[in-house]
């Protein structure tokens, strides 16, 4: 079984395995999701991130999250006896804003609160409103890098009874 089984995302949605077949899909979807933050932070040039992207693309360690079985974005978490680490969430722009990521969130939120070890994530100092999405779901600021806020969520997941149902 693998460790992505412990996510119950709720109906219509659901993570796969990513395979190398994968990549230009997940190199399409980072432009779409990121290239803004990116760009903003080091600056974007095509040839430069389509190379670093190269060097980095590990498809065992992604998953392709798919809703109602089309490929719509894609998460990366790194679990060790410590902490859970959200190292990586992207959606396309079409999906973004109807709930999907808070679901994902608080899915890995509830897993974390399970193995009782707390959920740590680095985002872009120029993306406020991922930033602002965390802060809502109960991660605060712990440290900062010159590029990255680092926020951690310890303790019980935050469920409203609109929410309870997701996890
Ligand atoms: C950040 C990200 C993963 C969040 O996922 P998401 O599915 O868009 O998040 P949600 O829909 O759960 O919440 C985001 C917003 O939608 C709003 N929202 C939630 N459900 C909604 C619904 N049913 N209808 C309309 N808006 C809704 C939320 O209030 C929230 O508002 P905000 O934009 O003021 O913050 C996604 O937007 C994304 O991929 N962004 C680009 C990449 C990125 O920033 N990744 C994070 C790197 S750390």
């Known amino acids: 079984m693998s460790d992505t ?8 949605l659901e ?5 190398g077949d994968d990549r230009a899909f997940l190199f399409g979807l980072h432009r779409l999701a990121m290239r803004e933050y990116v760009q903003a932070t080091w600056g974007w040039t095509e040839p ?5 992207f190269r060097l980095n693309f590990e498809p065992s360690r992604i998953q392709v999250l798919v809703a109602e079985g089309r490929d719509i974005g894609a ?16 959606i396309l722009p079409a999906f973004q804003r109807q709930g999907i990521g808070s679901r994902v969130v608080r899915a890995l939120l509830a ?13 872009l100092k120029t993306n406020p409103r991922a930033r602002a999405l ?11 890098t010159l590029t ?8 019980p997941v935050r469920a409203t009874a609109a929410t309870a149902a997701l996890i």
């Open 15 to 19: 993570l796969r395995e990513a395979t």
């Open 148 to 155: 990255h806020y680092v926020m951690r969520a310890t303790g």
């Open 75 to 90: 998460l990366t978490v790194l679990r060790t006896p410590k902490e859970l680490v959200l190292g990586n969430i992207e």
């Open 134 to 144: 965390y802060e809502r779901l109960g991660f605060r600021q712990i440290s900062e």
């Open 5 to 12: 089984s412990i996510l119950s995302l709720g109906k219509g």
């Open 111 to 123: 897993e974390a609160n399970v193995r009782r070890v707390p959920l740590s994530l680095q985002v």
């Open 48 to 52: 430069d991130q389509q190379e670093r």
